[in-house]
């Protein structure tokens, strides 16, 4: 069975900050995707990001980067100079392409709440 | 502009009561889902439908069924509310296809069962 396992509960950092939240999967499958999405405290998850598991480039959008390192099951984000609207919920989902047919299941993790403090 | 929107954003209701929660989509999604939000635990699926009157259940089902009519709207329905059922319910769409579609989330239904 697949598994998101996001390890930090909560972050808290002060603004320009830089912060990282920590992201590891569990998956048998050798074709997957991740995706981070961001909860703002309006409740609406947002996409932010999808990686196939055979692109390991990192990716940069502006303050924003993730780092997927496969031979470590992770898939790390990195806010850089964070500000207060930074402030949010953040989830690393993981979908397998071949699970029984539910193909468009995706497995969460608990979640990051990162506090970005003036 | 993609569109995913739920008939309430808070919801009281009493113990006992059947509840129903609406989502609309106005992307033509085939797929739908609905999930619970609970502090420390993350999302969960509770059922999920991947086309009209379709319908398979999720990760936590019990005491929740759904019905799906038309194309556009995911209906989730407690049968007898009970307090642990208070929660946050997300709706979410997306196109029929690879895994790699990501999903859109609705805003969210706080409900609380008294």
Redesign the interface.
């Known amino acids: 069975a697949q598994k998101v396992t996001q390890a930090q509960t909560e972050i808290s950092v002060v603004e320009k900050e830089d912060v990282t939240l920590d992201c590891v999967y569990e998956t048998r499958d050798t074709t997957y995707y991740l995706f981070w999405y961001k909860q703002p405290p309006s409740g609406e998850l947002v996409f932010l990001i999808r990686r196939n598991s055979f692109d390991e480039q990192n990716e940069i959008s502006g303050r924003y980067s993730w780092n997927f390192q496969k031979s470590t099951s992770s898939f790390n984000f990195t806010i850089t100079a964070s500000q207060v609207v930074d402030s949010a919920v953040y989830f690393c989902a993981l979908s397998e392409v071949n699970s029984g047919g539910s193909n468009y299941k995706l497995t969460f993790g608990k979640g990051t709440l990162l506090t970005v403090n003036p | 502009d993609v569109k995913v929107t739920q008939s309430s954003?808070y919801l009281v209701k009493r113990t006992g009561e059947k509840v129903f929660l609406e989502c609309v989509q106005d992307m033509d999604h085939e797929?739908m889902f609905w999930y619970r939000q609970d502090p420390?635990?993350?999302?969960r699926?509770i059922y999920?439908s991947?086309d009209v009157k379709m319908k398979?259940k999720?990760d936590i089902p019990e005491g929740y069924s759904v019905s799906r009519e038309k194309k556009e709207r995911f209906s989730l329905i407690l049968e007898s509310a009970s307090t642990n059922q208070t929660s946050?319910y997300?709706c979410?769409s997306?196109p029929?296809g690879?895994?790699?579609?990501?999903?859109?989330?609705?805003?969210?239904t706080?409900l609380t069962v008294t």
């Open positions: 954003r797929n420390g635990l993350g999302l699926l999920f991947y398979e999720g946050m997300l979410a997306r029929a690879p895994s790699s579609y990501e999903q859109y989330f609705g805003p969210g706080r």
